[in-house]
């Protein structure tokens, strides 16, 4: 799980994603622009379904505090609304709560 929070940090996921209008987009760009393991979905679809939202939460916060001078482990604050609410990143999306503008 380090290395796929490492290689694709889902704060900066998050972060890109609200140019999107579907989580499953920004999956769609890290499975075949970045090479994201196929079987794992996508980072967005992984973090939802595999290890859960606060589990990532947790992870993020703890390499930011070994870290503090990067921002590439800071947790968004998408992360963190979703982790409060206790929804998935697809829930929130499909529940109007977020207005994407989608650039794609």
């Not at 704060?11 to 140019?19: D, E, K, N």
């Not at 196929?38 to 390499?63: H, I, Q, S, T």
């Not at 800071?74 to 977020?98: F, H, I």
């Given at each position: 799980?380090?290395?796929?929070?490492?290689?694709?940090?889902?704060?900066?996921?998050?972060?890109?994603?609200?140019?999107?209008?579907d989580p499953s987009d920004v999956?769609?760009?890290?499975?075949?622009?970045?090479?994201?393991?196929?079987?794992?979905?996508?980072?967005?679809?992984?973090?939802?379904?595999?290890?859960?939202?606060?589990?990532?939460?947790?992870?993020?916060?703890?390499?930011?505090?070994?870290?503090?001078?990067?921002?590439?482990?800071?947790?968004?604050?998408?992360?963190?609304?979703?982790?409060?609410?206790?929804?998935?990143?697809?829930?929130?999306?499909?529940?109007?709560?977020?207005?994407?503008?989608?650039?794609?």
């Amino acid at each position: 799980m380090r290395l796929f929070i490492a290689r694709n940090p889902f704060s900066a996921v998050v972060s890109s994603f609200f140019s999107s209008s579907d989580p499953s987009d920004v999956d769609v760009i890290y499975l075949y622009g970045y090479g994201f393991p196929a079987f794992r979905g996508g980072p967005l679809f992984w973090a939802d379904n595999d290890v859960g939202l606060r589990l990532v939460l947790d992870k993020l916060e703890g390499y930011f505090k070994m870290h503090p001078n990067s921002e590439y482990f800071r947790p968004s604050k998408l992360l963190k609304e979703c982790v409060g609410l206790g929804v998935t990143v697809q829930a929130y999306y499909k529940s109007g709560r977020a207005n994407p503008k989608s650039k794609l």
